[in-house]
């Protein structure tokens, strides 16, 4: 995209973290521009008296900024990046400043044989890399996972030595063979891990997957395009006793041509998967649509969501959605609570009794349907209430999840926003909702008020000036 006779690179990746020590705030932003030929780490900080400043890293040749973690325990930020090879760049957070320096880096290629091997295959010497797609700090220990030229494999290590490998394991479901492929991941409390990718080299398996840890492995059902259609995983958090997910995917329930809905879909944490029926096969799999649109008599949808946030301390999730790439270009920022999300999932299924009929509401045989029914770490049994029957065939809702107004906080037509994150800042008498958008061009601004919201659109990062 040109602008005042400049060409600037999309902002792939947006980052805000906040740490308060001895009544001070380090609010941190991170973006990552996508050029042609390099890319460019800009990091933005912003003091208590809100006066930004930049620091940037690039090197020749480096390319695939894709994954970052911010460990604030120990003032480091680990970036995940290719330069015929795989870094780690450290940069040193202080309260004060930020230091950009290179303290460690260890690389992680693929062998020559599994090299050739990709090739052999059809693909190309530039796909055969070792791309990043985990990132993952758990305690004192990182959690790596790369598409190791077709062959994904996961490799814990230990912070502050990363030329230390504790553990090595299969990358399979946990990270795409294809760097081009959506994919999220998490790990929770207990260390388990949450992925959301696809299983297999063609990509057609789609799979959400829990691994590692003390529950046994689960899945999404296999090559059940009722269950996940064609998706792409944008993001999964780890709430209460549920794991979210969030995503974009076909809808299998639309009979008017092929349309791609916005989807939120939940897996109980303590579930502990069937037995003889969807053994090793998730039993808590639901989803629901999610509704991001302009009212009228004729709604204007942006079905496609983007990217997420979420705000723990008012349990709100923000996402940005845009229109089909294409169709016109346009974007949206819209809000859910997590108790509109609890309401569709207490809500009525929609089912289809065989693939000639139409997809029917049907009731909820658990309106208020709560992980688990045996004590936390009983003997034996499914820690479910669901019969696997339900499972089975009853896991699309029937409602639609709201956002929290009728209308999106923020639209932008002729734009296509991409990243999104949200800070609270308290003002003199009310909390500000600050976004960060990314866009093909600029970094966009928004403030949600209890007024409203208002925006403006910021200079592309290299331009800003100081305020």
């Known amino acids: 995209m040109r602008a005042s006779g400049l060409v600037f690179a999309p902002i792939d990746f947006l980052l805000v973290k906040t740490r308060k020590s001895n009544q001070s705030r380090l609010n941190l932003m991170v973006l990552i521009l996508h050029g042609v030929a390099s890319c460019l780490l800009i990091i933005f900080s912003f003091c208590p008296a809100l006066r930004p400043w930049m620091s940037e890293f690039s090197h020749p040749g480096v390319k695939d900024f894709s994954q970052l973690a911010l460990d ?21 957070l202080t309260n004060q400043h930020i230091c950009c320096f290179v303290p460690q880096a260890t690389e992680w290629v693929p062998d020559e044989d599994t090299k050739r091997s990709c090739q052999s295959k059809g693909k190309t010497e530039e796909e055969c890399q070792n791309y990043i797609r985990v990132l993952l700090i758990s305690g004192r220990t990182l959690f790596t996972c790369g598409t190791n030229a077709f062959t994904p494999v996961c490799i814990t290590r230990q912070i502050g030595n990363f030329s230390e490998v504790l553990d090595t394991v299969n990358g399979v479901a946990r990270c795409p063979y294809d760097p081009r492929h959506n994919s999220t991941a998490m790990v929770t ?16 398996d789609p799979v959400i997957y829990r691994s590692l840890g003390n529950m046994p ?15 792409h995983f944008v993001s999964v958090y780890e709430i209460g006793r549920f794991a979210y997910f969030f995503l974009r995917e076909t809808a299998v329930e639309n009979d008017c041509g092929k ?11 303590n579930d502990m998967g069937g037995r003889f029926l969807l ?49 016109i270009s346009a ?56 019969s696997l029957q339900d499972a089975q065939r009853l896991f699309l809702m029937n409602d639609v999840v709201q956002p929290i107004a009728v209308n999106p906080l923020l639209t932008q037509d002729d734009l296509r926003f991409s990243k999104l994150v949200v800070d609270i800042v308290q003002g003199r008498d009310t909390l500000f909702h600050v976004m960060y958008i990314g866009t093909a061009s600029a970094l966009k601004l928004g403030t949600l008020t209890a007024a409203g919201i208002t925006s403006r659109s910021a200079a592309p990062p290299s331009k800003r000036a100081p305020t």
Not at 189 to 203: H, K, M, P, Q, W
Not at 259 to 269: D, L, P, Q, T
Not at 368 to 386: D, I, K, S, V
């Open 259 to 269: 349309i791609v809905f916005s989807r939120v879909a939940r897996v109980c944490k």
């Open 72 to 92: 604030l325990s120990s003032n480091q930020l680990i970036v995940g990046c290719i330069l015929h090879s795989w870094l780690m760049i450290i940069w040193l």
């Open 217 to 231: 492995p689960l899945r999404t059902a296999q090559y059940n395009s009722k269950w996940l259609n064609e998706p």
């Open 331 to 386: 974007s949206a920022v819209c809000a859910f609570n997590l108790s509109s999300i609890t309401e569709a999932f207490n809500g009525p299924f929609r089912y289809q009794e065989n693939p000639r009929t139409a997809w029917l509401s049907t009731p909820n045989p658990i309106p208020n349907f709560q992980c688990g029914t045996l004590e936390e770490g009983g003997p034996g049994g499914n820690l479910t209430e669901r």
């Open 189 to 204: 409390e207990r260390g388990e891990l949450y992925a959301a990718t696809v299983i297999d080299f063609s990509g057609r």
């Open 279 to 327: 053994e090793d096969t998730w039993t808590t799999f639901m989803k629901a649509r999610l509704n991001c649109s302009r009212s009228g008599e004729i709604p204007f949808y942006y079905n496609e969501l983007q990217s997420t946030f979420y705000l723990p301390e008012q349990d709100l999730i923000y996402g940005i959605f845009t229109t089909n790439v294409n169709s």
